[in-house]
């Protein structure tokens, strides 16, 4: 199989090539579902988000232009403005714990539940986040987006994007570090 660039795949996928739709999608899927994932808490609801995000990219694909916003940074702004729609419509669903699915499979019970613990501490920490916060924290920590591509997505000087990721990883601590005494534990 032939390795493609991704401003290939995009102007031959702009042509009609379905295969090279197919490898903008495998490139970036995982990417698209984690970011909306912890933007919803919802595994469901972020699986339909991303369905719909690369729906939108099927259909903007022959209006889109290369500008200084790589291509990553155009579909996070689709996957941003559709989970901003999504709570607007008042889809949110409750806030559920982490599926077990995504644990890996060959850690020791405990160590499974430790991690299930605190990856739902840190999603319920990331949801008390400012809106902008929490996107600067998940696209340069979770997604390690370069500050560039960040302040482009979020359409905000990088100047901006570094007083927000700051600030947030300020609350994030401290909303951390006081939930460790009260999840029930005497640790």
Same mark, same amino acid.
Do not use: C
């Given at each position: 199989?032939?390795?493609?660039?991704?401003?290939?795949l995009?102007?031959?996928?702009?042509?009609?090539?379905?295969? #090279?739709?197919?490898?903008?999608?495998? !490139?970036?899927?995982?990417?698209?579902?984690?970011? $909306?994932?912890? !933007?919803?808490?919802? #595994?469901?609801? +972020?699986?339909?988000?991303?369905? =719909?995000?690369?729906?939108?990219?099927?259909?903007? $694909?022959?209006?889109?232009?290369?500008?200084?916003?790589?291509?990553?940074?155009?579909?996070?702004?689709?996957? !941003?403005?559709?989970?901003?729609?999504h709570?607007? &419509?008042?889809?949110?669903?409750?806030?559920?714990?982490?599926?077990?699915?995504? %644990?890996a499979?060959?850690?020791?019970? =405990?160590? +499974?539940?430790?991690?299930?613990?605190?990856?739902?501490?840190l999603?319920? %920490?990331?949801?008390?986040?400012?809106? =902008?916060?929490?996107?600067?924290? $998940?696209? *340069?920590f979770?997604?390690?987006?370069?500050?560039?591509?960040?302040?482009?997505?979020?359409?905000?000087?990088?100047?901006?994007?570094?007083?927000?990721? &700051?600030?947030?990883?300020?609350?994030? *601590?401290?909303l $951390?570090?006081g939930? =460790?005494?009260?999840?029930?534990?005497?640790?």
């Amino acid at each position: 199989m032939q390795s493609h660039t991704v401003p290939d795949l995009v102007s031959r996928a702009q042509r009609g090539s379905v295969d #090279a739709a197919g490898q903008l999608y495998e !490139r970036h899927y995982r990417s698209i579902f984690r970011y $909306l994932f912890y !933007r919803t808490g919802d #595994a469901a609801a +972020a699986e339909d988000l991303t369905g =719909e995000v690369f729906l939108k990219m099927v259909q903007a $694909l022959p209006g889109y232009r290369v500008t200084a916003a790589t291509f990553r940074t155009w579909l996070f702004q689709i996957a !941003r403005n559709l989970s901003i729609d999504h709570f607007r &419509r008042g889809q949110a669903h409750p806030v559920q714990p982490i599926d077990e699915r995504m %644990a890996a499979s060959e850690q020791h019970p =405990e160590a +499974a539940a430790d991690s299930r613990l605190s990856a739902e501490r840190l999603r319920q %920490a990331l949801s008390r986040l400012s809106e =902008e916060q929490r996107d600067v924290v $998940l696209m *340069r920590f979770v997604e390690g987006m370069p500050l560039a591509e960040v302040a482009a997505t979020l359409h905000k000087s990088e100047d901006a994007v570094k007083g927000l990721q &700051r600030r947030g990883l300020m609350a994030l *601590r401290e909303l $951390l570090e006081g939930s =460790e005494g009260s999840d029930g534990t005497n640790g």
